[in-house]
């Protein structure tokens, strides 16, 4: 008998205080801003996503989001926290980029390479998601996941073979769930990406 595949909503966290400022978050566990608050008390997901369970990173702007969805009991799971940005967390690219000039360039050139000191690269986020998947696919249970902008990403490129070296083959955008298909193994597939969460 041949197995269906798992539908899997994520979606990244509301805006806090460091994304308005563009600032690099990763590991670093900042609430949401207050218009962060008021955006996410707007979304609500497509209705074809009600009975999904509900699973969150343990980094409090993702547990806030999920809570103010009306899921504060998500479980958490560790595999889906941010990217680790090392010594880079607090500063912003544009900075970075000025300060390190063609060095950056060369770094952001290596696509799911790319690691900033101290921390993950995009590929070493797709090797910790990969149990995970398994256990989804495994589960059978078609899920939503509240994360973040680094493990979306990540995803993406898994699931469509982008190799983060040029644009993505569609641009994830915020306040969107995107939605995956996670077949035998934890192997992902696109479904559709940049769903409104806004009614």
């Given amino acids: 008998m041949i ?5 899997l909503v994520v979606l990244r ?4 205080d460091w994304n308005a400022e563009r600032r690099i978050q990763g590991r670093s566990d900042r609430p949401l801003s207050e218009a962060g608050r008021a955006a996410v008390r707007s979304w609500s ?3 074809e996503c009600a009975g999904y369970d509900w699973m969150t990173s343990p980094l409090l702007r993702a547990r806030e989001t999920a809570a103010l969805m009306g899921h504060g009991d998500a479980a ?7 990217t680790d940005w ?5 500063r912003t690219l544009s900075e970075l980029r000025g ?9 952001e050139a290596r696509g799911l390479d790319f690691r900033p000191p101290g921390g993950e690269s995009p590929r070493d986020v797709q090797v910790r998601l990969a149990p995970w998947l398994t256990r989804v696919a495994a589960d059978g249970q078609p899920c939503v996941a509240v994360c973040h902008k680094g493990v979306i990403r990540a ?3 898994l699931a469509s073979g982008w190799d983060m070296t040029g644009p993505p083959p569609e641009k994830l955008r915020d306040a969107a769930a995107h939605r995956f298909l996670v077949g035998t193994g934890g192997t992902p ?6 769903l409104s969460l806004v009614s």
């Fill in 45 to 47: 997901l497509p209705v």
């Fill in 13 to 16: 966290h509301g805006p806090t």
């Fill in 155 to 157: 995803l993406a490129a």
């Fill in 76 to 82: 958490v799971e560790a595999a889906i926290i941010e």
């Fill in 3 to 7: 197995s269906r595949p798992i539908p």
């Fill in 189 to 194: 597939a696109v479904g559709q990406l940049n």
């Fill in 99 to 107: 300060c390190l000039g063609p060095e950056m360039l060369e770094m």
């Fill in 86 to 90: 090392g010594q880079w967390e607090g």
